[in-house]
């Protein structure tokens, strides 16, 4: 997906707040604006927000000097979310289709987002995403959410990868690879995070944290981006990317990052911006399971 116009005065946004975040002073703010202002007009808009997000929380880094500014906001997530952990694991077990309420877990957890600021309504978001209202919504929407097709790939694939989002959601997505391996035993599932901090998005220590890694091999993009730009990530993970019969990939960022590859993805997200949300043809804050690319 390529950046919109709409994109920019977001970025200084989200620059603003992130340095407010981190505790920078207005003086230091301006700082940031100024240096993303003189940056912005080399920036094509061939490239995918999350690449033009690189360039926003760099320079944030680079004048805050605060490598990993949301390392608390991370490990508070991550604590919720294991909170949580036993009655959703719960809530599958008493469910009629175990797989489809993991999987629409996995999209609720995507709520635990910083950009949106409401990590503490999991427990209502929850309840809107397995209402009976949303799945009418869904049963209206294949085309937004394919669960058969999702269904399908899943049982003739051997080798999973799922491309991670936030701390705290991944949580979420452990009960996901747990139903996984649940019904398919002998699948090999790899886990993929981000290799250097980036807004609040998980790294190994956050896998580590939330016991990503007794169900699955954790590894990593080898990016600090909000997003997979495939042409940038390490070689092992594009080898591993290459090879998997199926990919699973959470969160806004991951579907504006990948979204234009050929081969079949699978995104699992909620629409949380305006610009994806007209990319989509939905409304804010839908449920998403898309399944979409050439097979293979």
Same mark, same amino acid.
């Given at each position: 997906?390529?950046?919109?116009?709409?994109?920019?005065?977001?970025?200084?946004?989200?620059?603003?707040?992130?340095?407010?975040?981190?505790?920078?002073?207005?003086?230091?703010?301006?700082?940031? !604006?100024?240096?993303?202002?003189?940056?912005?007009?080399?920036?094509?808009?061939?490239?995918?927000?999350?690449?033009?997000?690189?360039?926003?929380?760099?320079?944030?880094?680079?004048?805050?000097?605060?490598?990993?500014?949301?390392?608390?906001?991370?490990?508070?997530?991550?604590?919720?979310?294991?909170?949580?952990?036993?009655?959703?694991?719960?809530?599958?077990?008493?469910?009629?289709?175990?797989?489809?309420?993991?999987?629409?877990?996995?999209?609720?957890?995507?709520?635990?987002?910083?950009?949106?600021?409401?990590?503490?309504?999991?427990?209502?978001?929850?309840?809107?995403?397995?209402?009976?209202?949303?799945?009418?919504?869904?049963?209206?929407?294949?085309?937004?959410?394919?669960?058969?097709?999702?269904?399908?790939?899943?049982?003739?694939?051997?080798?999973?990868?799922?491309?991670? +989002?936030?701390?705290?959601?991944?949580?979420?997505?452990?009960?996901?690879?747990?139903?996984?391996?649940?019904?398919?035993?002998?699948?090999?599932?790899?886990?993929?995070?981000?290799?250097?901090?980036?807004?609040?998005?998980?790294?190994?220590?956050?896998?580590?944290?939330?016991?990503?890694?007794?169900?699955?091999?954790? !590894?990593?993009?080898?990016?600090?981006?909000?997003? !997979?730009?495939?042409?940038?990530?390490?070689?092992?993970?594009?080898?591993?990317?290459?090879?998997? +019969?199926?990919?699973?990939?959470?969160?806004?960022?991951?579907?504006?990052?990948?979204?234009?590859?050929?081969?079949?993805?699978?995104?699992?997200?909620?629409?949380?911006?305006?610009? !994806?949300?007209?990319?989509?043809?939905?409304?804010?804050?839908?449920?998403?399971?898309?399944?979409?690319?050439?097979?293979?």
């Amino acid at each position: 997906m390529k950046a919109y116009l709409e994109c920019i005065p977001c970025f200084f946004k989200q620059a603003i707040e992130t340095a407010r975040f981190a505790g920078a002073s207005r003086k230091t703010q301006k700082k940031i !604006v100024d240096r993303i202002a003189k940056a912005i007009p080399g920036v094509s808009l061939n490239i995918s927000p999350p690449e033009m997000g690189e360039l926003i929380y760099g320079t944030v880094s680079k004048v805050t000097g605060k490598r990993d500014p949301f390392r608390k906001v991370k490990d508070k997530s991550n604590k919720l979310a294991l909170e949580l952990y036993p009655d959703l694991k719960a809530k599958v077990a008493r469910s009629r289709d175990r797989l489809l309420t993991a999987v629409e877990l996995a999209i609720a957890g995507n709520i635990i987002d910083y950009g949106i600021e409401n990590t503490l309504n999991v427990g209502e978001e929850i309840k809107r995403i397995l209402s009976a209202e949303h799945r009418a919504i869904k049963k209206e929407r294949k085309r937004l959410f394919n669960y058969p097709k999702f269904k399908r790939l899943l049982k003739k694939s051997d080798k999973l990868l799922i491309i991670g +989002d936030n701390a705290g959601e991944i949580v979420f997505d452990r009960i996901l690879i747990e139903e996984i391996m649940d019904l398919y035993s002998g699948k090999e599932i790899t886990y993929a995070v981000k290799e250097k901090p980036i807004i609040n998005d998980a790294l190994m220590k956050d896998a580590r944290q939330c016991g990503i890694d007794r169900s699955a091999k954790v !590894v990593s993009t080898g990016l600090g981006i909000p997003g !997979v730009v495939l042409k940038s990530c390490s070689k092992d993970f594009v080898r591993i990317f290459r090879r998997a +019969d199926m990919i699973i990939s959470k969160g806004q960022g991951n579907f504006e990052s990948l979204s234009e590859q050929k081969r079949e993805v699978c995104y699992l997200f909620m629409a949380k911006c305006p610009v !994806v949300a007209s990319e989509l043809r939905c409304d804010m804050g839908d449920v998403i399971l898309l399944c979409q690319g050439r097979e293979g």
